[in-house]
Structures are given as structure tokens and as C-alpha cells.
């Protein structure tokens, strides 16, 4: 059976469960499900810890031990690898609510999409991310006939170009988060 790898931007995937009101997910039936009809061959999450002053608040602190003990989760789960990048503190905006910017998230995912592709580890690439920044990626896998499918949430929540670019498509939906509940029975 074919092989895929699923390439997850941990905050592109928050920001969608915040549409549908942050509900808990099963990550290895997202994976399942994401790359229904292949092997699964690895799981990739990119995320960064929260932003932590060099003076941290107690509430700082608190955010940072529970995103700590998430990634450690997701890290102990079958075909699972955790890649960590930084918030960088940009200063505020007109409304005085801080800045952060992801630094080495995108670039990390996109170097590990062209060594699989380069590789061969994958038939198919499975992204969930939003982000154009990654289409140079897509580009690649699809030029060395590596199939990539796009996992999205609703419209407005994904660059249309990268949309365009896959060769599938799959929505998350209510329906889809509820399969995928963790306060779900099994």
C-alpha cells in the first residue's frame, strides 16, 4: 500500500477548532482520517510554545507547562514528531494587544515536504495548513508526481492559491470534529 505523511500546522489547526469551538480531537484518527486510503507512514506537528517574557508571569508560565505537556502527548503517540519553532514579540497593534510572529515553523515544514519528496518516503503529502508560504513546497512534491491533498478548514481559512494548487481536497467540518472527538466513545 502507498505511503503518506501528514504535515500539520499546529496553529493553523487551533485557529480552525476556535471556529467550532475549540472541541478536543483524537490527533491519531486525524491522521487516519486525513490519509484515508494510504499507509500512514509519519505524522508532522509544527507549533510553537507560548510567548514567554524574560520576566514570565504566573499565567505565562501556566500557558507554557500546558503547551509543554501537549507536545509531550503528541510526541508519545504512534509515527508522531513534535517540531518546535519561537513566537518573536513584534510589539503591539492600534489596540495595544501584543504582536508574535511564528519564526521557523513554515521553513522547517517546507524542508521536511522536499526531503520526503526527495526521499521517496511518501505517495501522498497530506497538509493542514492555510498558508501560501508552502506552496513552493507543493510545487515540488507535485513536480516529482508525489500527490498532495490539503486538509482545510472553511473558506477564508486557507490561500486560495495553495487551494487551487493540491490535487484533493478535504473540508473539516462539524461533522468531521465530531468523528474525531476525544469526548467521544470509541
Same mark, same amino acid.
Given at each position: ?109 517546507? !524542508?521536511?515536504? *522536499? ?5 521517496? +518516503?511518501?505517495? #501522498?503529502?497530506? =497538509? &493542514?495548513? $492555510?498558508?501560501?508560504? !508552502?506552496?513552493? *513546497? ?5 513536480? +516529482?508526481?508525489? #500527490?498532495?491533498? =490539503? &486538509?482545510? $478548514? ?33
Amino acid at each position: 500500500m502507498d505511503q503518506a505523511a501528514v504535515f500539520i500546522d499546529g496553529g493553523y489547526l487551533s485557529s480552525v477548532l476556535r471556529q467550532f469551538g475549540k472541541p478536543r480531537i483524537r490527533y491519531e484518527q486525524l491522521a487516519r482520517w486525513a490519509c484515508e486510503g494510504y499507509k500512514l507512514y509519519r505524522v508532522y506537528y509544527y507549533d510553537c510554545p507560548p510567548y514567554q517574557s524574560s520576566v514570565p508571569s504566573k499565567e505565562e508560565r501556566e500557558r507554557v507547562k500546558s503547551a509543554q505537556s501537549f507536545f509531550k502527548a503528541l510526541e508519545r503517540l504512534d509515527r508522531f514528531v513534535v517540531r518546535l519553532g519561537r513566537l518573536a514579540y513584534r510589539g503591539t497593534d492600534d489596540d495595544g494587544n501584543p504582536v508574535f510572529v511564528q519564526k521557523r515553523v513554515d521553513l522547517q515544514l517546507g !524542508l521536511d515536504i *522536499a526531503t520526503l519528496v526527495t526521499e521517496r +518516503r511518501a505517495d #501522498l503529502i497530506v =497538509l &493542514i495548513s $492555510g498558508d501560501s508560504d !508552502l506552496i513552493p *513546497a507543493v510545487e515540488m512534491a507535485r513536480n +516529482r508526481s508525489v #500527490l498532495v491533498r =490539503l &486538509i482545510h $478548514g472553511p473558506k477564508g481559512t486557507y490561500h486560495q492559491d495553495l487551494w487551487d494548487l493540491v490535487d484533493e481536497r478535504r473540508e473539516i467540518t462539524k461533522d468531521v470534529l465530531q468523528a474525531l472527538s476525544a469526548d467521544q466513545d470509541s
